[in-house]
Nanobody, 125 residues
Framework: QVQLAESGGGLVQAGASLRLSCAAS????????MAWFRQAPGKEREFVSCITWNGGVTDYASSVLGRFAISRDNAKNTVYLRLNNLAPGDTAVYYCAPRTESRWCSKDANEYTYWGQGTRVTVSS
């Protein structure tokens, strides 16, 4: 049974920072790539960031590159996403997902089977 618990979202003003956390009960966590996606109202879920199994490689959507930072702690089965210099366009529900079939990242949401309930980030101007 895979369970994912995202936390850390909130209502902030533009320019603020947040740190999202995702606690994952995945037996193979340390062998899986982990990704963050987001879904804004009325829009499809989109890739935000991903980190490989050992944290050696990270990837970001162009819209967040240089502002967001992904990291993981395999001892705690937790992945983090630091959101800096937030803008209203970052408003969305943020989801983490393990890529249980691979150690390597993918930007395709179809490559991820399990999803949490998400954590909502709202950025006011």
């Amino acid at each position: 049974q895979v369970q994912l618990a995202e936390s850390g979202g909130g209502l902030v003003q533009a320019g603020a920072s947040l740190r999202l956390s995702c606690a994952a009960s995945v037996r193979t966590f340390s062998s899986n790539a982990m990704a963050w996606f987001r879904q804004a109202p009325g829009k499809e879920r989109e890739f935000v960031s991903c980190i490989t199994w050992n944290g050696g490689v990270t990837d970001y959507a162009s819209s967040v590159l240089g502002r967001f930072a992904i990291s993981r702690d395999n001892a705690k089965n937790t992945v983090y996403l630091r959101l800096n210099n937030l803008a209203p366009g970052d408003t969305a529900v943020y989801y983490c997902a393990p890529r249980t079939e691979s150690r390597w990242c993918s930007k395709d949401a179809n490559e991820y089977t399990y999803w949490g309930q998400g954590t909502r980030v709202t950025v006011s101007s």
